[in-house]
């Protein structure tokens, strides 16, 4: 069997009896950075043989996992924070399981986006997880201009080299919005700071971030059909973006609003 084990997002402690149990008893761990790991292993007394699985080599290292599944041994995949294969390595993996017909579990842990979206306070009936944005700009605006169209809380993970970066490319694309930065969950610094999107944050940048931007404001009659398209293009949506956004929100056919965009 193969577990994809959730570990600490940051307090050591937030980890299960569940995933000592499995690390313990599994033959061999595999996990992104070995040196991160090790602290977490030593930690609760965990000796067992440890292998890297990253990013850079995720095919090769699923293959020899495989292998060793098929010769009978018991497997853990490790990230270095939360779960495998949410914003980390292991989706690919869970693929090649599949295609093969090899058996894998998970064992659930702490989640920074749940854990965020309760600090923030803002609805969490339905939210979109965008994880990480890309480096390019052409691909972060592409990226953003889908995002801006769902009607949901949406949320990011972010790096603490990127947090401002992100906030104001985000703010390019969606607008000013009211939107919470949630950094270092679970550890001693733990903080959120409120602001809106145009004004940027202007705490202390320390730790990985988790940036939750509240949905869209209803204010659909405040503005005339062609005003809010204007808007919208006007912070950075395209016009077929921007229809169908208009259209969504005032629950009409996009025909009907086309007039506005000629």
């Given amino acids: 069997m193969l577990y994809f084990v959730a570990t600490p997002i940051g307090n050591l402690k937030d980890f299960s009896f569940r995933a000592l149990e499995t690390l313990n008893a599994v033959d061999e761990i595999y996990c992104e950075d070995t040196r991160r ?11 067992k043989p440890l292998f890297s699985y990253h990013k850079f080599n995720e095919k090769e290292s699923g293959e020899k ?9 018991n497997i853990a995949v490790i990230s270095d924070a939360g779960m495998p294969g949410i914003s980390d390595p292991g989706n690919i993996l869970v693929n090649m399981l599949i295609d093969n017909g090899l058996p894998y579990t998970v064992i659930p842990g702490a989640s920074a986006v749940t854990a965020a ?18 480096q390019k700009n052409k691909d972060r ?10 009607d949901m809380t ?31 969950i679970t550890k001693i610094h733990e903080g959120v700071e409120f ?14 971030y988790v940036l939750i931007v509240k949905k ?3 204010k659909a009659s405040d503005l005339s059909p062609e005003e809010e398209i204007k808007a919208l293009i006007s912070s950075g949506m395209d016009k077929k973006e921007a229809l169908k956004t208009v259209a969504s ?14």
């Fill in 37 to 47: 790991s090790v602290t977490l292993l030593n930690a609760y007394s965990v000796k």
């Fill in 65 to 73: 996992i495989m292998e060793k599944l098929k010769e009978g041994k």
């Fill in 117 to 134: 979206l309760l600090l923030s306070g803002f609805s969490a009936d339905n939210f979109c997880f965008m994880g990480f944005l890309p």
């Fill in 141 to 150: 605006k592409e990226f953003l201009t889908r995002a801006a169209t769902t």
């Fill in 154 to 184: 949406t949320v990011f993970y972010c790096a603490p080299h990127d947090i401002e970066k992100d906030i104001k490319s985000v703010y390019e694309v969606f607008g000013d919005r009211p939107a919470a930065a949630v950094k270092e």
């Fill in 195 to 208: 602001f809106n999107l145009k004004d940027g944050i202007k705490g202390e940048i320390k730790g990985e």
């Fill in 216 to 218: 869209a404001e209803e």
């Fill in 249 to 262: 929100r005032r629950k009409v056919s996009k025909s009907s609003l086309y007039k506005y965009t000629i």
